[in-house]
């Protein structure tokens, strides 16, 4: 192996922000060992990325520690990790079952605690390690009681992460997008009157692509970049922070 190449584990990786992160850090040279449970999917992504595949259910949190173990004994070692792997469900408290909420935490909370688990297992001369936190754990909006409940908790986690695991000089950061154009999201971004008025919650007017949040996350993992800790980024058209003025009709 290059000593001078990155060695990076991204959970999640044939997502739309997933695979984005993972074409961009290979194309800096970076060793990758990518999981995600589309086993398909995940081979014809690392064929294409000379990465190394582990097909994997990452809520199961041994087989987070599994591919953490594999990319140590195929690269020496990890420099840093990316844990993509998420969910995104609009309903109201009272319409979402407790699957539903289960479900929900498991994909978002459960994955990222792993995350901090495997990485805390197997990266013992420290690194970078980014959860995905959303706008929904920073602002209210209506009908997101259980996602929101689930990405603040992983912005806790995170916190707490980077203090506990400092004097290792392992960093945790959080990226916290708004919405974004991705598969996951299509229940939303279909419906024309339904993305309208995403787009115009978002300051900026438009929705996320995943080529605005993939390179936040890699310049996270950058180890040029080791001054960076406990931060939360967000990536979000403005949402979580900007309250302008309403936009005047153009005039005739």
Request: contains cysteine; charged residues 20%; proline residues 4%.
């Amino acid at each position: 192996m290059d000593n001078g190449s990155p060695v990076y584990v991204v959970l999640g990786a044939t997502g739309g922000i997933g695979s984005r992160l993972c074409r961009s850090l290979a194309k800096g040279g970076a060793k990758l060992t990518i999981g995600a449970r589309d086993g398909e999917r995940l081979r014809s992504l690392a064929a294409e990325l000379d990465a190394h595949a582990v097909p994997l259910d990452a809520t199961k949190s041994e087989e987070v520690g599994r591919i953490f173990g594999e990319a140590v004994e195929r690269f020496g070692r990890v420099d840093g990790a990316a844990n993509c792997v998420g969910s995104f469900m609009m309903k109201p408290a009272h319409r979402t079952t407790d699957e539903e909420l289960q479900e929900t935490l498991a994909l978002n909370l459960g994955t990222a605690f792993g995350t901090i688990r495997a990485a805390a297992e197997h990266m013992p001369d420290g690194g970078s390690v980014v959860l995905m936190s959303s706008v929904a754990a920073r602002v209210g909006l209506a009908n997101h009681e259980a996602i929101s409940a689930a990405k603040a908790a992983v912005t806790g986690l995170a916190m707490s992460a980077a203090a506990t695991y400092l004097p290792r000089g392992l960093r945790v950061n959080v990226v916290a997008p708004g919405l974004v154009q991705t598969s996951m999201t299509e229940g939303v971004t279909r419906s024309d009157a339904a993305r309208q008025a995403s787009e115009e919650l978002h300051p900026l007017g438009r929705l996320g692509e995943v080529d605005d949040v993939a390179p936040m996350i890699s310049y996270l993992l950058d180890p040029a970049h080791n001054w960076v800790t406990g931060q939360v980024f967000g990536v979000d058209g403005g949402l979580s922070t900007l309250r302008p003025l309403p936009r005047r009709a153009k005039s005739s």
